[in-house]
């Protein structure tokens, strides 16, 4: 059994393992922004401003120091979660950052968990009837909702329950409570459902059947024991470390690009929308700010999957 304290030293290896993958993000993302994005000084004096003015005023805000004390000072400022003002309000990023990712989690966790459950179902279903008419029906389904553009989703159900039916607001995010909490997330969710099934099931549905291969899978068919039997305790437990991997995996995709899409269409004040906003104004501290925590996401991301792989299978214990 794993004492804590491997668990521990596995997890700060795992961590410190993706310290250059932190660092190397960071590095090109900082580049990328402070040498060909805007610069803050001529938004700030306007247009035509003096060489003095704007040599004093990238003096006042540290423009002229070299690029890697600048960069030093950008990652102690990440580490330390002080991420400057925004420049198109004033606010601090760090009280936008936890007013607006709430908001993020709030609207994309349920059509993630109603997504990836709805998907390894119909996964099973298909497996268990490999070649059947149940397993062509939901393969041809899969097949359809990755045909389609998340975009183009989006907008159909606005039209349809939004628009047509009016059950629904299409826009805006006047929560106060739980009623109103699903009716405003109830599209989203819907389309976030539709737009991940498909590639979740045929992931999920290659896995089960390449698990139902295994000679312990056929015995306890030969035996008559059920297909849910089967399909949890033996198939399942099969396959489980890729399906709990892609699962992972999933989360710094879904925080950065699922919120971003879909705020957007939607005008709901989360970290995708705030994001978008600062893309277009080329507000720095924020774009800086969403990439540094991106990556940190991801790498926790990385840590918690190998983890999860490590305590469900013993063999990687050993290893």
Not at 128 to 150: A, K, N
Not at 261 to 282: C, D, K, N, W
């Amino acid at each position: 059994m794993t004492s804590r304290f491997e668990l521990l030293g596995f997890v700060t290896r795992k961590l410190a393992a993706s310290l250059p993958l932190l660092l190397g993000v960071t590095l090109i993302s900082f580049t990328l922004t402070v040498h060909f994005g805007p610069d803050p000084a001529h938004a700030m004096l306007g247009k035509n401003p003096t060489a003095a003015d704007l040599a004093a005023l990238q003096r006042e805000l540290g423009q002229d120091r070299p690029f890697w004390m600048r960069y030093a000072d950008y990652l102690h400022r990440l580490a330390t979660l002080d991420l400057g003002h925004t420049e198109t309000s004033g606010e601090k990023v760090r009280d936008l950052l936890a007013r607006t990712m709430p908001i993020s989690a709030l609207l994309l966790a349920p059509g993630f968990i109603l997504g990836t459950a709805l998907a390894l179902f119909l996964a099973m279903v298909a497996a268990w009837h490999r070649g059947g008419r149940l397993d062509r029906l939901i393969t041809g389904v899969s097949v359809v909702g990755m045909s389609l553009s998340f975009v183009i989703i989006i907008i159909a159900l606005q039209a349809v329950f939004g628009v047509w039916l009016g059950w629904f607001p299409v826009r805006g995010w006047a929560v106060d409570g739980p009623a109103s909490y699903l009716a405003h997330v109830t599209i989203p969710t819907l389309a976030f459902v539709f737009a991940s099934i498909g590639y979740n099931t045929r992931f999920f549905r290659a896995m089960l059947v390449n698990a139902m291969n295994a000679g312990h899978v056929r015995t306890a068919r030969a035996y008559g024991a059920g297909p849910a039997r089967i399909m949890f305790r033996h198939v399942l437990r099969g396959c489980l470390l890729p399906i709990m991997t892609r699962i992972v995996y999933s989360v710094p995709a879904l925080a950065i690009s699922g919120s971003l899409l879909m705020e957007s269409h939607f005008s709901i004040p989360g970290i995708g929308r705030v994001t978008y906003q600062a893309i277009l104004s080329g507000d720095q501290p924020v774009i800086m700010a969403v990439v540094g925590l991106s990556a940190v996401l991801f790498a926790v991301a990385v840590t918690v999957a190998d983890l999860l792989c490590r305590l469900a299978d013993p063999r990687i214990r050993l290893a």
